[in-house]
T-cell receptor, first 116, second 113 residues
Framework: ETGVTQSPTHLIKTRGQQVTLRCSSQ?????VSWYQQALGQGPQFIFQ???????GRGNFPPRFSGLQFPNYSSELNVNALELDDSALYLCASSLARDSVAKNIQYFGAGTRLSVL | SQKIEQNSEALNIQEGKTATLTCNYT??????LQWYRQDPGRGPVFLLL?????KEKRKERLKVTFDTTLKQSLFHITASQPADSATYLC????????????FGQGTELSVKP
């Protein structure tokens, strides 16, 4: 177990709705990254938060947004859901940016989102 | 265009043999290359990291090589066991992009007793 917890584990939404996914980082980690993993594919980087500020974004539209809280927990929000948003959403936390160990990502088990 | 590719087909091997997984990339200059293991219904778990100036890294039965000229990494599991059955993901990390990993599609390994 990595100590990164995500909720909910499964979620079913309909097209056009909005969803919020939550992540609790491993203790001592102040950087959190979110990934989208389609079936049979590797994870794709969505964005990263460091000390409550967005610190890099992948090739995802603005309807994907996030927050990081003072306790380093995080949320991923997706507006105007589309069918292609159906995927496993993974949260990963890591140590401080200036540490060599920052490279190692500790993943949660993910939230399986189905958009109908 | 930029690509990162792993063995496209699942790898089936006999217990006790060495499994070798391949990760090739084009048009990237990674600072690090990482390997993760992912079991069904779980998030990826970190296994090994190798830097661009390192040729080889070992950890117990695992070995990773990194050839920046060939733009290729090989991941070996020696004396494989059925418990090693999982999907293995390689991931690139570019310079000053800590935590922003670029993953391959993964290779599914099945070790038969």
């Amino acid at each position: 177990e990595t100590g990164v917890t995500q909720s909910p584990t499964h979620l079913i939404k309909t097209r056009g709705q909005q969803v919020t996914l939550r992540c609790s980082s491993q203790s001592g980690h102040n950087t959190v990254s979110w990934y989208q993993q389609a079936l049979g594919q590797g994870p794709q980087f969505i964005f990263q938060y460091y000390r409550e500020e967005e610190n890099g974004r992948g090739n995802f539209p603005p309807r994907f947004s996030g927050l990081q809280f003072p306790n380093y927990s995080s949320e991923l929000n997706v507006n105007a859901l589309e069918l292609d948003d159906s995927a496993l959403y993974l949260c990963a936390s890591s140590l401080a940016r200036d540490s060599v160990a920052k490279n190692i990502q500790y993943f949660g088990a993910g939230t399986r989102l189905s958009v109908l | 265009s930029q690509k990162i590719e792993q063995n496209s087909e699942a790898l089936n091997i006999q217990e006790g043999k060495t499994a070798t997984l391949t990760c090739n990339y084009t048009n990237y200059s990674p600072a690090y290359l990482q390997w993760y293991r992912q079991d069904p219904g779980r998030g990826p778990v970190f296994l090994l990291l190798i830097r661009e100036n390192e040729k080889e890294k070992r950890k117990e039965r695992l070995k990773v090589t990194f050839d920046t000229t060939l733009k290729q990494s090989l991941f070996h599991i020696t004396a494989s066991q059925p418990a090693d059955s999982a999907t293995y993901l390689c991931a690139l990390e570019l310079y000053n992009q800590g935590g922003k990993l670029i993953f391959g599609q993964g290779t599914e390994l099945s070790v038969k007793p």
